[in-house]
């Protein structure tokens, strides 16, 4: 079949539709949020891909079949095996990075295992082979006159039980061997646990060191290095013995350090072979920070500088807060006397070694404490705080601690590489590992493509070259260039997460397959969107199938077909709108998209500019990343967008310098902000709020109704029905977080956890509530002829009609329904809400809150999976927040935004390291006569078609201040 052909799909807001996708083309499905398109696309035609998948497995994954819900469609026809690329979260685990979940990291540390140059991290020399003379001499002057046991390493770090290993030892005349790091008996071996690792050694001799024993010792090198392979362990017999360790292959002759073979465990973080024993291969440590201790260093000790001590953690309930500040008082004054250290001193003044006895207890100072009136010496504030956090039985006084002196430093053993040394001072062409993992993608492809090898190396890893350059290069080509190969996989956006998973299943290069993606080009600049497209017309060469799930401009412009579900959200949606190869479907007079594609209808800018009130916010010196050091001013009042292509620096400006300063200052945040010199202009704003794209809630108990607490009057006006009083039912009764209301099978989920072995988890309806989440009654209490239940199944429009009379209730659902959100549920699970979703989720909040006309807004690409009109609506909402007189700052790559904002800040002109500096700032117009910004290169067109579509359109409205608009929309032709 060359096609596939949905027959009948009724899942969710789906109108019964049929449609007809070709296959190995490349098919857009478009539309309203909200009209349906990912019912069509993910929980249509890729669940039941899925379904058919885990059909075809064994009995024991297909007793779980009948589980799985199978989507509510009569039948598709010529359906491919189905891979989906969805905007999921990326892995929260702090060990997973870019590298490593592109396997790339796998690959490298098979290349340094197998053509690594080892260095002594000691001396910094290339290690050298020991001989069996060499080893003798260096034992003769080590162990002059000792007893030493002759060990020769047979198994290290290795499960099983060696019962034949141990047989063999006693049949060759061995005695004796180390196992675990006790010497035992071979004759008696212990009984190993078969699936603990163990190290066995065998004892080859234990022998009286001197020069009288040399020939006797040499052989039992011999032995030991050929039983081993060239490795012997040497143990000194006695209390606190020491250890050598020689090679054959692998020792560093000035230092005498000896290593084993080299194997790709070493280089692994994840390892105990490789990982730092400080920090177990995180880099990071959680500590007491001093800047947490002493938060405003202007102060002196009499005025409360050392915060720790001034407001100390004490109970629950603060009982006798006031008693043990005195008590830490008379110390500080005791051992200040002692120290010669002035109390009226502003900490930033005191010397250093005064600093270091208050906090470390450095310098021996001592006290006589009021408590027990004996001599006792002075640990330091810091000292005292981490032995209490260890010490403490109390979980509460734990949690003050962490929460409010404590901080993730990097660890200071491997300064946050990970890696143990040994790992380190292997190199490649004069490049460790972690030199390599902290290169961008775009940085590390070139690297590896001009790397230097012998004829011998090049024969060893050109096939593990192979693979990590064609990594490397679908990371590139996908619009990755700018991230590190050692970036965390929880920092990535959505959006950068799918594109790895994408660069991944490209990599594959699978044939025949139906790929399912969800808005691939979010977070990707206009310039780095082509890219994208190059590399899905790539996919699609290779006879695969691809249904994208897009709203942007260029991707259906280059699709081969088009499918749109409409005409409008929720239920007004899911019906098919148009289904026709591109050329056609841009012509089609019917459709909402087309007529936004086609110029028969745009967003247009505002007829004038706001002038601001006059006041700036400035970042002075920033410097963090790849910030080059810049100075960035941002006009309060006006509606700003920072733009620039991927990597150029907008997020660690405005979210990790900008932002967590300003939390620092209003809400006391414990999160440093990145480096900078100073920012003025704070006097001028009296809030920041932050708008991201960070989940809503972490389980499916969280949703936009309790989010924004409008199920809270809800529930309160449920418990007012006259059924609810009769029974006696308070608003606790209508929630599903505790017992009495919910279900307790599945304990107010509506859903049960099904786990598979091999395969994701398996969610099911629970079966006693029927996913209703109460019990039957709590469901019997009914609003207008509705439950409880049936209220949260609603969407936010139809809940909007609904609770028309209730005012309370109506103004939190219209801001939901303002930032285009009409078509979700009340009651949708947090952890089903796209990252577009839960912005504007939060964004609605924000907006049922009076303002105070001197707010900063801050949004990370609040237009991520919008429609064009969906988009329009949103400006409308956002451009009220800046007629009012607040700051709308927008982290942006949606030219529809950028062209009708106030003022535009780019930054570039390239990503990584060849970005970080301001490209041009200034007003839209003036951005796009800038030659050298790549955001002005693609915002001509737009204005240039704006001032086009004008022309033919005389009677069209530009957007208008929103004190006329917040009633009267302007119009859009």
């Not at 301001?918 to 951005?927: A, E, F």
């Amino acid at each position: 079949m060359k096609s596939i052909k949905v027959i009948g799909a009724k899942g969710h807001n789906l109108r019964n539709i049929t449609v007809e996708i070709p296959k190995d083309k490349m098919t857009v499905v478009t539309g309203l949020s909200g009209s349906g398109k990912s019912s069509l696309a993910f929980d249509t035609i890729y669940a039941e891909g899925q379904r058919r998948y885990v059909e075809s497995m064994s009995a024991y994954a297909r007793q779980f079949l009948e589980l799985m819900e199978k989507p509510d469609v009569e039948h598709i026809e010529g359906l491919s095996p189905a891979i989906s690329i969805e905007q999921r979260n990326p892995s929260k685990n702090p060990r997973s990075t870019v590298a490593t979940v592109t396997e790339i990291y796998d690959y490298l540390r098979l290349l340094f295992a197998r053509i690594g140059h080892r260095h002594c991290p000691r001396c910094g020399r290339e290690v050298e082979a020991w001989s069996v003379q060499g080893i003798t001499q260096d034992i003769l002057k080590k162990f002059n006159e000792k007893t030493v046991y002759v060990l020769s390493p047979l198994i290290q770090g290795r499960a099983g039980t060696y019962e034949e290993l141990f047989a063999k030892l006693k049949k060759e005349g061995y005695v004796k061997a180390r196992v675990d790091g006790t010497v035992i008996e071979v004759a008696q071996p212990p009984v190993l646990e078969r699936y603990k690792k163990h190290t066995i050694e065998l004892v080859a001799d234990e022998i009286f060191v001197e020069e009288f024993e040399k020939e006797r010792l040499s052989e039992s090198l011999e032995n030991a290095l050929k039983y081993s392979k060239g490795l012997v362990h040497i143990l000194e017999e006695g209390e606190n013995p020491r250890e050598f360790t020689y090679s054959e292959n692998n020792a560093c002759a000035h230092c005498g350090i000896g290593f084993s073979d080299l194997e790709p465990r070493l280089f692994s973080f994840n390892s105990p072979y490789g990982a730092c024993p400080d920090c177990n291969g995180l880099g990071l440590k959680i500590e007491i920070d001093e800047d947490l201790v002493v938060p405003d260093k202007t102060l002196s000790i009499n005025g409360g500088a050392i915060a720790a001590w001034h407001n100390p953690v004490t109970t629950r309930t603060h009982r006798w807060k006031s008693s043990w500040s005195g008590y830490y008082f008379d110390i500080l004054q005791q051992v200040c006397r002692q120290g010669h250290i002035n109390m009226n001193t502003p900490w930033e003044k005191l010397p250093k070694a005064q600093r270091d006895l208050l906090l470390y207890g450095a310098g021996g100072a001592s006290y006589t404490s009021v408590i027990s009136g004996g001599e006792q010496a002075f640990e330091g504030v810091i000292t005292n705080l981490k032995r209490r956090y260890q010490e403490s039985e109390s979980d509460f006084v734990k949690e003050e601690i962490h929460d409010r002196f404590m901080r993730e430093v990097t660890c200071p053993t491997c300064q946050g590489q990970r890696l143990k040394p040994e790992a380190l001072s292997v190199y490649i062409n004069g490049k460790s590992i972690v030199d390599i993992t902290s290169m961008q993608v775009s940085a590390a492809l070139n690297y590896f493509n001009n790397l230097q090898l012998t004829a011998k190396e090049q024969t060893i890893a050109k096939d593990v070259l192979k693979e990590i350059k064609a990594r490397l290069g679908f990371l590139n080509s996908v619009g990755l260039a700018y991230l590190t190969l050692d970036r965390k996989s929880q920092t990535l956006s959505g959006g950068e997460a799918q594109r790895i998973h994408l660069a991944t299943q490209i990599g594959s290069g699978l044939t025949g397959v139906l790929y399912v993606l969800d808005e691939p080009t979010i977070g990707l600049h206009s310039r780095d969107n082509d890219r994208l497209i190059e590399t899905l017309k790539n996919l699609r060469d290779l006879d695969n199938t691809l249904i994208i799930v897009e709203h942007d401009k260029d991707t259906i412009l280059a699709s081969d077909y088009v499918v749109e579900i409409g005409p409008g959200a929720g239920e007004y949606g899911g019906q098919i709108v148009a289904a026709q190869e591109t050329p056609k479907f841009l012509k089609n007079e019917k459709s909402l998209t087309a007529s936004y594609l086609n110029g028969r209808q745009m967003i247009l800018p505002r007829a004038e500019l706001r002038p601001g009130n006059g006041k700036y916010l400035q970042i002075l010196g920033a410097q963090q990343f790849n910030l080059k050091n810049i100075d960035v001013q941002i006009p309060l009042g006006k509606f700003v967008c920072v733009t620039g292509v991927s990597g150029s620096g907008k997020s660690t400006l405005i979210h990790q310098i900008l932002y967590r300063a300003l939390a620092q200052k209003f809400y006391g945040a414990k999160e440093a902000p990145g480096a900078h010199r100073a920012i003025k202009g704070l006097e001028n704003i009296d809030k920041v709020i932050i708008v991201d794209q960070s989940p809503i809630g972490k389980t499916p108990r969280s949703n936009p109704a309790t989010y924004t607490g409008v199920f809270s009057h809800i529930r309160d006006l449920f418990a007012e029905m006259p059924e609810a009083k009769r029974r006696g039912y308070k608003p606790g009764r209508f929630s599903f977080n505790v017992k009495g209301g919910r279900c307790e099978k599945c304990q107010g989920d509506g859903i049960l956890k099904i786990q598979m072995q091999f395969l994701p988890d398996i969610y099911v309806k629970c079966e006693e509530c029927a996913g209703k989440r109460f019990n039957e009654d709590t469901l019997q209490v009914k609003f207008k002829g509705k439950n409880i239940a049936e209220v949260l199944d609603m969407s936010v429009s139809q809940a909007l009609d609904f609770f028309a009379a209730i005012p309370r209730i109506q103004r939190i659902l219209k801001t939901l329904n303002d930032v285009g959100l009409g078509y979700i549920k009340l009651g949708q699970a947090a952890t089903t809400l796209s990252g577009g979703e839960a912005q504007r989720v939060k964004l609605a909040d924000e907006l049922s809150r009076k303002g105070t006309g001197k707010t900063l807004y801050i949004l990370d690409e609040p237009t991520t999976g919008l429609h064009f009109a969906d988009i329009d609506k949103l400006l409308h909402v956002l451009h009220g927040l800046a007629d009012k007189g607040n700051t709308v700052l927008i982290i942006e790559h949606n030219l529809d935004v950028i062209k009708t904002a106030d003022w535009l800040i780019d930054l570039g002109p390239e990503g990584g390291d060849k970005g970080g500096n301001i490209v041009c700032q200034g007003t839209p117009r003036q951005v796009a006569a800038c030659a050298g910004s790549y955001t002005g290169k693609y915002l001509k067109p737009e204005l240039d078609a704006v001032d086009a579509f004008l022309k033919t359109h005389p009677q069209a409205q530009l957007h208008t201040p929103q004190k006329s608009a917040a009633k009267k929309p302007g119009k859009k032709k």
